[in-house]
């Protein structure tokens, strides 16, 4: 049953702009630094300098920290923990390899309305395997109960992750040049972004229904996100990369420009692929509009390689090799 107008992410609750707006005040407002930070905020992941700034190779630090936003609903609503774990290792861990860091080590956060041992559990199991999917540790965490706050079956995961990449393997705007090529690698899914969207459009379709899909949509709204991290570091250590861009919350298009230097632009052919059927479902029953759905989700899109053409071949040819399916999806220019 289609909604009468067409839905958006701010109708369901996600205000973009105003996520953005809230960042650039906090920007204005910050006080605490040392002059081991590297760039400001609005990466992917934050940078700490650990050796001399003069030494060329010196190490750094990156951290990033995510949760995996109302996808913890499906989990929820179909009594399954041990997935959602994965999802926060993906969003945390694929922020840090963007930059060329190698993840080292991963902490947890939950919180919830009461403590049920085998939930918790299951959680952390999630978030276990994911790291070793990552190939880093996971060294602690925290549980804590919100009763009054939170229903006592609810609760929300988070995370946060730190990596280490020398300074002359920094990747990012800087190596990106004019007819460099982009790599697209296809996602899992929805990976853990546009849930309030997807839940609000397809509140009526049961989780255990197949909507068309072939299999339940439950099981495809809990398919874990894709971690690309050891992909990413391989395809570093063997091919020259320029940038990674990891897609998330702002879809391709914003995401990809947070790669890109002042006076290029990515020019994308999107006939290159189709999404998955979820999107289209997500679209159909919603009447969402193309860049409402551009901005909201990543449209089958969940890590993209900016490489020069020489490498595009290689590139290619190696993520091939470790099953990740990827192909050109346009190419850098001048803007």
């Not at 861009?245 to 890109?260: D, I, K, P, Q, Y």
Request: some cysteine; hydrophobic content about 45%; charged content about 20%.
């Amino acid at each position: 049953m289609n909604v009468e107008r067409s839905a958006t992410y701010a109708a369901a609750g996600v205000d973009i702009e105003a996520g953005d707006r809230a960042v650039e005040l906090i920007k204005k407002r910050l006080t605490s630094t040392r002059p081991e930070v590297v760039g400001g905020l609005g990466g992917f992941a934050g940078l700490f300098r650990l050796d001399a700034a003069s030494d060329p190779a010196g190490r750094l630090l990156a951290t990033s920290t995510d949760g995996v936003g109302t996808k913890v609903a499906i989990a929820q609503a179909m009594d399954r923990h041990d997935t959602i774990g994965i999802d926060l290792v993906g969003m945390v861990v694929d922020d840090i390899v963007v930059c060329g860091a190698e993840p080292l080590f991963m902490t947890d956060y939950i919180a919830c309305g009461r403590v049920v041992p085998e939930r918790i559990a299951s959680i952390v199991a999630g978030i276990d395997a994911g790291c070793a999917m990552a190939g880093c540790a996971l060294i602690g965490g925290e549980t804590a109960e919100h009763p009054g706050l939170l229903e006592p079956d609810a609760y929300d995961v988070a995370g946060a992750a730190t990596g280490l990449v020398r300074s002359d393997r920094l990747l990012g705007p800087d190596r990106v040049r004019a007819g460099d090529v982009v790599i697209a690698m296809r996602s899992s899914g929805l990976h853990s972004n546009g849930y309030s969207l997807a839940r609000q459009v397809l509140r009526d379709v049961a989780l255990d229904s197949s909507a068309d899909l072939g299999v339940p949509l439950g099981e495809v709204l809990l398919t874990p996100t894709r971690i690309y991290a050891q992909d990413c570091l391989a395809l570093a250590a063997a091919v020259e990369v320029h940038a990674l861009c990891h897609v998330t919350g702002g879809g391709l298009t914003a995401n990809l420009n947070r790669v890109l230097p002042p006076g290029l632009t990515a020019e994308i052919d999107r006939t290159s692929w189709a999404p998955d059927p979820i999107f289209d479902l997500i679209a159909d029953r919603g009447r969402v509009a193309p860049e409402e759905m551009e901005r909201t989700f990543n449209l089958g899109v969940g890590m993209v390689a900016v490489v020069p053409p020489s490498a595009a071949g290689a590139t290619l040819a190696l993520l091939g090799e470790r099953a990740v399916a990827a192909w050109v999806a346009g190419q850098i220019a001048s803007s």
